[in-house]
């Protein structure tokens, strides 16, 4: 029987393929591996993660909280809330603002920087306990280009759905490498400085369009967001749900967080004594990580050093080599035999290994 070859345009319209349709990562907000949901405050020292892939910077301290929680709009099980800890006025080089850093890999087919640029569509729900004109932009890596956006939030404390298409950029430098090849974010609060016109695109960095309403410039404001979607062509299609072990995933290649929390006495690694104060553990990463991780220990006291007949008192931990695909941890202590073997468990219930590889 003679065999009929199919054409690519007889298996799916662009409308109904899916694949990496979403180029953003977590867009649902349903992975948060560092805080399992607890508040985080956003500082000028380091951007926090309340959610995986979801960054918050801001150019003061203490002027919001941010979290993962279960409220959310039909079809979605948790968002990213923002609450504002103060009536803040922002100054001339003053931001506040969500964002996630998107992959050059996963945009290189975006062609941006060239002729052939696409237009790319951007959705989202949104709540906030303000109204008005809000706004955020998308940029490139080197922040030298970018398009501020602006929608209407126009009910107080209820879901409103939003989509905002642009036209890609013909200029510009945009990596396609495992650096940043899209920058997105979502303006809370941005001084005149790193403000823009809404709707075109800047050969400078901007967080928001001029005028957008500032969330940290009422004491307990809120803003919620979810259901975040990044995705090629002029019109928005529906959210692109992907199992949560496939989501999770594709989070461990930005961050890994190696917990036996709730598991006291579990083993994190085999390894053995290289001497009678040290141990020697090769973690392995479940995913290759974007490149290599920093490393983030809870205190060498939440740890224990195990053999058949004794246990050893962990003292501290250090990184003895590390790329992206495991890290060679060495671990303090006393009293053991030199070239024994050690499992490394958890002593508190409360452990960490903590590998961080964000853009």
Same mark, same amino acid.
């Given at each position: ?16 393929? @899916?694949?990496? +349709? ?60 923002? @609450? ?36 790319? @569509? ?39 759905? +939003? ?49 957008? @309403? ?35 995933? /594709? ?77 060679? /941890? ?28 964000? /853009?």
């Amino acid at each position: 029987m003679a065999l009929t070859q199919v054409q690519p345009a007889m298996l799916a319209s662009d409308s109904q393929y @899916t694949g990496f +349709k979403n180029r953003l990562i977590n867009g649902g907000c349903v992975i948060d591996q560092r805080n399992a949901g607890a508040s985080v405050s956003p500082n000028t020292s380091v951007d926090v993660f309340p959610c995986d892939r979801f960054a918050v910077q801001a150019s003061q301290n203490s002027k919001c909280t941010a979290q993962q929680v279960t409220t959310a709009p039909t079809g979605f099980k948790n968002s990213l809330k923002i @609450t504002s800890s103060s009536a803040y006025s922002v100054g001339v080089n003053d931001y506040f603002d969500i964002y996630q850093k998107i992959e050059g890999y996963n945009v290189a087919d975006m062609a941006f920087g060239t002729a052939s640029a696409v237009t790319f @569509t951007l959705s989202f729900w949104v709540q906030s306990s303000l109204t008005g004109t809000f706004g955020g932009s998308v940029y490139n890596n080197a922040f030298n280009r970018s398009y501020p956006f602006s929608y209407a939030i126009s009910s107080a404390n209820t879901w409103e759905y +939003k989509t905002v298409t642009i036209a890609g950029d013909q200029s510009g430098t945009w990596t396609t490498d495992n650096t940043c090849g899209l920058g997105v974010g979502f303006g809370l609060g941005v001084g005149t400085n790193y403000s823009g016109t809404a709707g075109a695109w800047t050969g400078s960095g901007k967080f928001a369009p001029t005028g957008a @309403t500032s969330v940290v410039g009422t004491n307990g404001a809120t803003f919620y967001i979810t259901g975040v979607q990044l995705e090629k062509g002029s019109t928005a299609t529906s959210f692109d749900y992907r199992p949560y072990g496939t989501e999770l995933v /594709l989070c461990q290649r930005y961050c890994w967080n190696y917990t036996q929390s709730g598991y006291q006495f579990n083993s994190y690694a085999c390894g053995f004594a290289l001497s009678a104060s040290q141990g020697a553990f090769n973690i392995q990463f479940p995913v290759q990580m974007r490149a290599a991780p920093s490393a983030t220990y809870t205190s060498g006291s939440n740890f224990l050093m195990q053999n058949a007949s004794s246990n050893y008192t962990v003292t501290s931990l250090t990184t003895a080599y590390i790329s992206n695909q495991s890290s060679y /941890l060495k671990v303090n202590s006393s009293g053991m035999t030199a070239n024994a073997g050690v499992i490394l468990i958890d002593q508190t219930n409360a452990s960490s290994l903590l590998y961080s590889a964000e /853009l």
